[in-house]
Structure formats: C-alpha cells, structure tokens
C-alpha cells in the first residue's frame, strides 16, 4: 500500500455532525481500511512521526502491558503497537510509552508501583518494541540491554520504589548494590548532558 501524497489517511472518525459533513467528500481525505492504515511497514516510511501510548506498567526488562492485567482483558489490540513499531523506525520520529509511577490499590488503599522487576500481566509491548519510556520522574531510553537497561528503567520509578528495584537489579545481574547505584548516576547524568532530563534524586537541572 503506498502513501497518497497530500491525503490525510484514517480509516474510522466520529465527531459532530459538523465534523462527518467536513469529511463526506471531501478530496483532501482518503478512508482505507484499519488493515492498511495500521501497516507499520507503511508508517515507517512517513518521516518525523512519533506515536504515544499509555501502558499499565513497565518492568525493568522493558515489557509493557497495555491492553490486559494478569487475567483481564481490558481493550483490543487496535493499531497501537503497529503504530509503534511504524513510529520507532521512521526517520526523525520515535515511539513514547507514558505512564504513571504508582497507582492505588482498590481493595487496600496501598500505594503499588507501576514499575516493576517482571510484569505478570500479559505484554502488549515487547522488550523489542520499547524505545523511550516516560514517568513524571523522568524519561528512560533503554538503549542497551540487560544491566544498564533494567538500571535506566528504575530511574524513572517512584522514589518510594527505587531502593527495591536497584536492589532486585543487583541480585539479577549479580553485581553489588554500589554498582548498580553508580551506574543510575552515571545514566542521570547522560540524561541531563545530552538531552535535558532533569533529575531531583542527583540534583541534576533544578
């Protein structure tokens, strides 16, 4: 399926009436069937296109939930991960996961992070789909694997929840508390030298 240049492509809309009369017709817009909009291999090739998705949680391996808990679905796959992948490889563009840090447990009222060391709900979005990830505390950019990945997912966990994490990171990769808590520093720092992300924990950008 090939990109119709100077046509705004979708493939479903709903809106006012005003909104349907705008479109009934009108030249600029094209309707293609979901199957062909949501064609990665055909996003990737629109430059500077970026696509954001909320996510349930995120562990330290990069997977993502987002469409089901541990036995619940809650939504359809849709377009999203497709869109994503589209978004991860067009040049200039990127693919953004954003969630909160924590959330409230319903039955207990206890404070849960959404961070996690290994999720147990069903993945939507693969180690290999993720790209950057984004909390209130911060952006990570899992650009390595292993180690240095799970640490620069932690950062950007709540405060409350780090000291775990950095702790079940060191038993994981067998390394010592102390250098799992350098290598955070040195990732804060790449972040705030290179692209601006602040961070409060090493006083980084306030």
Partial sequence: ?????????????????????????????????????????????????????????????????????????LSGFGGAVNFARGAKDSKGGGSVLVLHSTRRSKKSGKLLSNVVSQTRKLVTYSAADTQYIVTEHGIALPWAMGFERAVAIANIADPAFRKGQRRTIARRYKRSVGEVEALSRSIAEKMWNEYGVASAEYGLGE
């Avoid at 479903?12 to 979901?34: C, H, M, S």
């Avoid at 990069?62 to 036995?71: D, F, M, R």
């Fill in 1 to 73: 399926v090939e990109l119709v240049k100077g046509k705004v492509e979708y493939t479903f809309a709903e809106g006012e009436a005003k909104d349907i009369k705008w479109l009934d017709n009108n030249k600029r817009v094209l309707a293609r069937p979901t199957r062909e909009i949501n064609d990665w291999n055909k996003s990737s090739r629109i430059p500077k296109l970026w696509s954001v998705n909320t996510v349930l949680e995120v562990d330290t391996y990069g997977q993502a939930p987002a469409h089901a808990t541990e036995s619940k679905w």
